[in-house]
């Protein structure tokens, strides 16, 4: 199975700043379908990007995602108060998805 | 438009059995291998099982295998996990997921506790 590493484990930024997290797989990603998810505490995890570059319905354009193979990239251009939280990582182009352990979004 | 709804969640003690359900609609749901993934309080997401169309296929991790058992029901456009055998850290929400035809759909979940 793709085994997903995030780094880093929890970013520190104010508002306004740019976060950008980073997503790496043990082996290539089939047809790029690397999804992103934003989880805040108590909430299902709400998808954010599809097909590694695709916004999911009703999602910022301060979301962006890139990459391709086995390195992928969330961008948020610039963080609102909302932003904070823990997102993941998951391939689902081969099973079983797996998904990364997290980066933790938190005010500076 | 797709959707899954799961059921069946509830508090059990260790030991116990508890069977989960999810109600597909939206899509043709034979055609789809099916996902069940959990999350555990303050932890991340985790596959637990799949089983691809026909059956032909199923997939368990190493923390449920010989204990749970997932089943589906194409005429009933619907899926199953069987759980048996249940310890403290099954203790999770378990989420019903479907690839469709570029992004994954999940279901809202079903809490399931363990605690005597």
């Known amino acids: 199975e793709i085994v997903l590493t995030q780094s880093p484990g929890t970013l520190s930024l104010s508002p306004g700043e740019r976060a950008t997290l980073s997503c790496r797989a043990s082996?290539?990603?089939?047809?790029?379908?690397l999804a992103w998810y934003q989880q805040k505490p108590g909430q299902a995890p709400r998808l954010l990007i599809f097909?590694?570059?695709s916004r999911a319905t009703g999602i910022p354009d301060r979301f962006s995602g890139s990459g391709s193979g086995t390195d992928f990239t969330l961008t948020i251009s610039r963080l609102e108060p909302e932003d904070f939280a823990v997102y993941y990582c998951?391939?689902?182009?081969?099973?079983?998805?797996?998904f990364g352990q997290g980066t933790k979004v938190e005010v500076k | 438009e797709v959707q899954l709804v799961e059921s069946g969640g509830g508090l059990v003690q260790p030991g116990g059995s508890l069977r989960l359900s999810c109600a597909a609609s939206g899509f043709t749901f034979s055609n789809y291998i099916m996902n069940w993934v959990r999350q555990a309080p303050g932890k991340g997401l985790e596959c637990v099982s799949y089983?691809?169309?026909?059956?032909?296929?199923?997939y368990y991790s190493d923390s449920v295998k010989g204990r749970f058992t997932i089943s589906r029901d194409d005429a009933k456009n619907s899926l199953y996990l069987q759980m048996n055998s249940l310890r403290d850290e099954d203790t999770a929400v378990y989420y019903c997921?479907?690839?469709?035809?570029?992004?994954?759909?999940w279901g809202q979940g079903t809490l399931v506790t363990v605690s005597s």
């Open positions: 089983i691809s169309s026909s059956s032909s296929t199923i």
């Open positions: 097909g590694a570059s």
């Open positions: 998951q391939q689902y182009g081969s099973s079983p998805w797996t």
């Open positions: 082996q290539s990603v089939s047809s790029s379908y």
């Open positions: 997921a479907v690839q469709g035809v570029r992004r994954p759909f």
